[in-house]
């Protein structure tokens, strides 16, 4: 039997830890109340799990238990917040505002929003994936009614100046979203420091469960909701809520957070030993400004071989992707690496490394030899090929 490969694409999910196993483990037995059940103990005992995680999480974000909108994940948090405005400030404006480099769960319901007569700006970045708050000021309008930005970039790391712009959207009293699922845990932040108005995260990035994820709405901010069903969550999220998975997803919270000081420096220290190790091949290029990103996310592009042939070689020892999971298998390069200005052929030929909690010294040491070795053979391949 071959061994498992190595972990490294922890930008696409974490595995979860197994301190948040036991903590959910009651709610999957014998507590399985509905916390909407009013009328008798199971529910209760449901409700308060619930109500205790949503403490903890406000409390790891510096916001009010009751600004938190639990819902299936930052998709649906994204959803939920960009189409949740336009839908109740249409009278007022119809434009809005995001960059190119964002997650689909936020360019798609801003491309849909179009379809239906809404004007949508699209910001471009610099080379090294990073737009400026004067973009932003220049392109506000009077009809503006939100600005959408995401905190960390999924596939290559980077950090965009959220406070800066949140303090000039609410200035301009523009509502501001940030999509900060790869941000919870890797870097501190807090929604007042932001300044952010909704804000979406994801249990699934910090060692948590999948199926739950969060909109944090500061309060007085209006938003349709965009299921309709039960009273749930103010009424703006129908829908039984999940008490394991909203316990799993508050326990992950917390401990991401705690842990996120040494992490930081342990993580960092490991991808940069990586990065440093491979510039003993030539003809990489890195993806992303180097400084302004996540210190576990490494992305570069990779001169003189053949991509599908490369991640073939390297695919039974590794787990790494190529641009972001969600649009693997697609022909078209990723978007982001397109939006920072990389040929075809370089977005193509790009791998995003995502190191986490349980990437070890000897599993960088192992990937870099894997690496070199394999990029080395697929050089000489193709060197042989063109003399042949
Ligand atoms: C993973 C991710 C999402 C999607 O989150 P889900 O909880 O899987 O729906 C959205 N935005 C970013 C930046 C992400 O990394």
Not at 59 to 64: D, E, G, K, L
Request: hydrophobic share 40%; with cysteine.
């Amino acid at each position: 039997m071959s061994k498992d490969p190595i972990y490294l694409d922890y930008h696409a999910t974490t595995p979860v830890d197994s301190r948040v196993v036991t903590a959910m483990q009651p709610f999957w037995g014998e507590q399985f109340g509905n916390p909407a059940s009013r009328s008798h103990r199971y529910g209760l005992e449901a409700a308060a799990a619930v109500q205790v995680a949503r403490e903890t999480l406000a409390t790891a974000i510096a916001a009010q238990p009751e600004e938190l909108i639990f819902c299936s994940g930052a998709t649906e948090a994204n959803n939920l917040a960009i189409k949740g405005v336009a839908e109740t400030q249409h009278r007022k404006g119809q434009h809005l505002i995001t960059v190119a480099t964002e997650h689909q769960a936020v360019l798609s319901p801003c491309r849909y929003l179009e379809s239906l007569g809404f004007q949508l700006t699209v910001l471009p970045v610099n080379s090294q994936g990073l737009i400026s708050v004067e973009q932003v000021a220049a392109a506000l309008r009077p009809d503006t009614i939100l600005v959408s930005v995401m905190a960390a970039n999924n596939e290559i790391g980077v950090l965009q100046p959220i406070a800066a712009i949140g303090a000039l959207c609410r200035d301009r009293g523009v509502v501001f979203h940030c999509d900060a699922a790869q941000a919870l845990g890797r870097i501190p932040f807090n929604v007042s420091d932001l300044n952010v108005d909704l804000l979406s995260l994801s249990g699934h990035k910090v060692y948590g469960p999948k199926g739950i994820g969060l909109l944090y709405r500061r309060s007085g901010v209006a938003i349709a909701p965009q299921l309709h069903g039960g009273s749930q969550e103010q009424g703006l999220r129908a829908g039984t809520l999940a008490p394991a998975l909203i316990v799993g997803f508050a326990q992950a919270t917390e401990l991401a957070i705690a842990e996120q000081p040494t992490e930081t420096l342990r993580l960092q220290t490991l991808r940069d030993r990586l990065w440093q190790g491979l510039q003993a091949i030539g003809g990489l290029h890195l993806n992303g400004d180097p400084q302004q990103r996540l210190p576990s996310n490494l992305n570069f592009s990779i001169e003189g071989i053949d991509p599908s042939r490369l991640i073939q070689r390297i695919r039974g020892a590794i787990a790494v992707s190529s641009g972001s999971a969600c649009s693997s298998g697609n022909a078209e390069p990723s978007h982001v690496l397109t939006a920072i200005g990389r040929s075809p052929d370089l977005a193509h030929a790009s791998l995003r490394i995502g190191l986490g909690r349980f990437t070890i010294a000897e599993e960088i040491d192992r990937t870099l030899e894997i690496l070199i070795a394999a990029i080395q053979a697929e050089r000489s391949r193709l060197t042989r090929h063109k003399k042949g």
